[in-house]
């Protein structure tokens, strides 16, 4: 009975020291100060090597909590951090409003003023963006390759050298073929007749065999592989899906629609409408996809994209951790009272199913795995000059799974 007695009493103790353990725990993680820490916009933990689920968790929060304490930061100091970045070593900011812009060009496929921007949805305008032959005019400004350069105003001392030059990157596959058509007018469009200055290209970077499945990030870092060799003086890079083109309200979007970079990457389509499904979506904060605009030694410092993601899903999110793993906060626009920018309709992707395996080992993953090791998992095949982009056909390397 007293054998009984001692091990029931023993059992007892431990229970109440667990429960102690776990409550203090739990406690803590609500009421800690995240900002005391993450302020500095520290790295998150290397994951350990026990179970990936369980560590999958624990980053995903962990980068959470640096996501809200930067988007409080950025709230604090107002409209100073986000601008603070943009035209900083440049010696004008004239605006870009194209002063030779042909009404009547303009108002014959967008039927629109020549100083706003009105969204354009018809996909059966005839119109093959690999056929020179069939551009429409809306596009004659351009220089080849989908170079556009401002015409400065005459009264301001400005050179074409002293403005930034933004290049596009575009992940496609001719499954978007309809969608390619209405990014190019829409962007184009919109980009001529925007307030801020600059100079820009559009990269649209293609996966040509289709056998394997679309491989985002490979893409992507063969395009900005590319952009590097080339010797392309690129201020700033944005990462741009092809489904997504800007709102109504041309230059009324103000920052919300302003693609030029910040201090820190800045993410811009949080809030979208879906043409589609017709509503408005509010993606969660935590979200870096879509568009994000940011700076080349940003996206050279975090190793580019993982090229571990086949399908649809989380490359992102990969993205993401890399960032706050490397110090960089993620700006975004102030919502604002409409989307920033539409959805066009397409046909859904099957999400992978190994996402979120790759998902949880992603910063054991970011030294070796991305832009460091491209040139062993993809090829670049032709690069062609038309008149609305630059096209680079990249061949990713096969694999079963």
Known sequence: MGRIKLIFWFSLGLTLVNFWVIYNYVFSSFTSNPSQSIEKCQPVS????????????????????IDVSCDYIIRD?????????????????ASSLNLDLNTKIQNSLL?????????????????????????PEVLNNLQLGGLWKPKLHPDKECKLDDLD????????????????????????????????SFSYRILVVEQI?????FNKGRLINSAVKHLIESKENADCIVIHDVDL??????????????????????HLSRKVFNLKMNHERIYNQFLTGGILSLRMDHFVRVN????????????????????FNTKLCILRPDLGEKASFMMLPHDSSKASNSRFSY?????????????????????????????????LQVLVKKINR
């Not at 460091?372 to 096209?391: D, G, M, Q, R, V």
Request: positive net charge; proline residues 4%.
């Open 359 to 391: 998902l949880s080992n992603a910063l054991s993953r970011q030294k070796e795995d991305g832009l460091s090791n491209i040139i062993h998992l993809a090829e670049i095949k032709s690069l062609k000059y038309f008149k609305s982009f630059t096209h």
């Open 165 to 196: 030059h933004v290049v596009f990157v575009v992940p496609f596959s001719r499954s978007r073929y309809d969608n390619l058509k209405l990014f190019l007018i829409n962007m184009h469009s919109y980009l001529q007749s925007y307030q801020y």
């Open 77 to 93: 100091l107002g409209s100073k951090i986000s601008n603070e970045f943009v035209n900083k070593n440049k010696k004008c900011s």
């Open 46 to 65: 290397t994951p350990k090597k026990s179970s990936k689920e369980i560590q999958l968790n624990f980053n995903i929060m962990d980068i959470y909590r």
């Open 209 to 213: 065999d289709m056998d394997s499945k």
């Open 304 to 323: 580019g994209f993982s090229n571990e993601y086949f399908g649809w899903g989380a490359e992102d999110d990969d993205f993401q951790i890399r960032m």
């Open 245 to 266: 083109v800007p709102s109504a309200g041309g230059n009324k979007l103000g920052e919300r629609g302003d693609y030029r970079c910040r201090k820190m990457p800045w």
């Open 111 to 135: 039927n629109q003023k020549n100083d706003s921007y009105i969204p354009f949805l018809n996909k059966s305008v005839p119109f093959d963006p690999f056929d020179d032959n069939t551009q």
